[in-house]
């Protein structure tokens, strides 16, 4: 991977539950860090969901190497949500993550 690549400024977010103080929960996403990151379309599909079509877009988005950075996690840029399904630390160097991940499209 070559740096000049990551030209999107993404941030990751991972949700959180905070107590509502009426016995219950209240779960948001909190934004861990913004980060420099390449985001490749990989493929998409069509499924026919409670009488509406959602598409389904999968992303290959590769970001410098980051500790802690899991499958639970959700990445936001421009309006636009990636969930991340996979972390690969790409040969095991430490150097790059790619994350494969999906956006939905309604």
């Known amino acids: 991977m070559n740096a000049g690549k990551l030209r999107h400024r993404a ?3 991972q949700l959180v539950s905070t107590d509502d103080g009426a016995g219950g929960s209240i779960e948001t996403w909190q934004d861990i860090v913004t980060v420099w990151a390449a985001i490749e379309p990989l493929r998409g599909n069509e499924r026919y969901t409670a009488q509406q079509v959602q598409s389904t877009l999968s992303h290959k988005v590769t970001i ?3 500790e802690g950075i ?3 996690m959700r990445l936001t840029y421009k309006g636009r ?3 991340v399904e996979s972390v690969i630390d790409v040969e095991e160097r430490h150097q790059w993550l790619e994350l494969l ?3 939905v499209v309604q």
């Open 11 to 13: 941030t990751i977010q």
């Open 64 to 66: 410098r190497y980051r």
């Open 70 to 72: 899991k499958p639970q």
């Open 81 to 83: 949500v990636f969930e």
């Open 101 to 103: 991940c999906s956006e």
